[in-house]
C-alpha cells in the first residue's frame, strides 16, 4: 500500500457505532488502509452484516457505550484478540428528540449526554490505559457543528458535543508525553440514516447554511478521520477539525 494512503498495517482500530452511516465509512476506509477494525455497535446484527462485508480484518463487537460494564468487556475482549488497541474512534452518537428546552424532558437529556458525551469518555478510560503503557495511540472522536454553534431544538445534542470537543483537548493535555494524539472533528450536515430523526423543516434549515451547498458524505469524514488516525498528523492533537462545507470558518 502506498504512502499516500496512510498505511495502517499491523494497526487495529475500534470504531463505535460502525454498523452504519459514518462509522462504517470509518471502519471501510481504515481497514482498506491495513487495520484490523472492531465493528462495535449496540445493534449487533447490523454490525456483523458490516463487519462481514468488509471481509477477514474486521470484528463485530456488541456494546452500548453508554455503559461502562459493557465498554470495558469490549475493550478486554480485543485486547484479548489482538493484544493491542492503537486507533479508538469514539463515534456512536444519537441527535434526540427534535425539540425545544421548554418541553424536554429529564430523560431526553440524560439519554443523549449519557451516550454523545459519557460514551466517549467511557470508551477512551477503557483504552487510555493501555495506550499510555505501550506509548501509543491515536482517539479520534465525532463532535459536530453544532458543539461550536448550538442548535435550536437541540439543546443536549448541542451540549454533549460541545463537551466531546473539550474532552478531547483536556485529555490530549493529559497524555501529550504519553505518545497518544486526541483530536476530533466537526461535521455539518452528513448523508446517513440519522438524519431520517430530524425534522424536515430543521434538515432545511441546517443545509441552508453549508456555503457548499450540499450534504457531506460519509467517506469525506472518513477521509479526515483516517488522517488524524495516523501518523500523518504526528505534530497534531488537541484539535478540533471542521468538516461542515465551509459553514464555520473558525
Ligand atoms: N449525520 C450527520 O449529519 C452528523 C453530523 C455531525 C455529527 N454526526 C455524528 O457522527 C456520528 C455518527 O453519526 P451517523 O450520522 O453515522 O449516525 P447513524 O444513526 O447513521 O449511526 C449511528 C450508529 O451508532 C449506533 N449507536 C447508537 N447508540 C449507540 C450506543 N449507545 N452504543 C453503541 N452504538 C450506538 C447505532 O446503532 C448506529 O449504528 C454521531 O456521533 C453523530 O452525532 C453526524
Redesign the pocket.
Known amino acids: 500500500m502506498s504512502e499516500i494512503l496512510r498505511n495502517l498495517e499491523n494497526q487495529t482500530a475500534i470504531i ?10 470509518i471502519a471501510e476506509r481504515l481497514a482498506r488502509a491495513g487495520a484490523r477494525v472492531a465493528v ?4 449487533l446484527k ?2 456483523q452484516a458490516t463487519a462481514s462485508e468488509i471481509g477477514t480484518s474486521a470484528t463485530a463487537i ?6 461502562a460494564a ?1 465498554v470495558d468487556q469490549m475493550v478486554h475482549a480485543l485486547l484479548e484478540q489482538w493484544g493491542r488497541i492503537d486507533i479508538l474512534i ?6 434526540g428528540r427534535d425539540v425545544p428546552v421548554k418541553d424536554l424532558t429529564e430523560a431526553d437529556w440524560d439519554q443523549v449526554l ?3 458525551l459519557k ?1 466517549t469518555f467511557l470508551c477512551s478510560r477503557a483504552v487510555i490505559g493501555p495506550m499510555i503503557d505501550r506509548k501509543q495511540g491515536a482517539i479520534v ?6 458543539g461550536k454553534e448550538g442548535n435550536p431544538s437541540m439543546a443536549p ?1 448541542s451540549v ?2 460541545a463537551g ?1 470537543i473539550c474532552f478531547t483537548k483536556a485529555l490530549a493535555k493529559e497524555v501529550i508525553g504519553d505518545g497518544i494524539r486526541v483530536n476530533c ?14 425534522e424536515q423543516d430543521q434538515l432545511d434549515w ?1 443545509t441552508s447554511k453549508i456555503p457548499l451547498g450540499r ?2 458524505r ?1 467517506e469525506e ?1 472518513a477521509a479526515l478521520v483516517h488522517f488524524l488516525a495516523s501518523e500523518d498528523a504526528s505534530f497534531t492533537t488537541g484539535q478540533c477539525y471542521d468538516i461542515s462545507g465551509g459553514r464555520a470558518t473558525y
Open positions: 463505535t457505532g460502525a454498523a452504519q452511516g459514518i462509522g462504517r465509512a462495535s455497535d449496540l445493534n447490523a454490525a456488541q456494546a452500548d457505550v453508554s455503559k459493557e469514539n463515534n456512536a452518537g444519537i441527535v449519557d451516550i454523545n460514551g472522536s465525532i463532535a459536530s457543528i453544532s445534542y454533549s458535543k466531546v472533528v466537526s461535521p455539518a450536515l452528513i448523508q446517513t440514516p440519522l438524519l431520517d430523526k430530524i441546517m450534504l457531506g460519509p469524514v
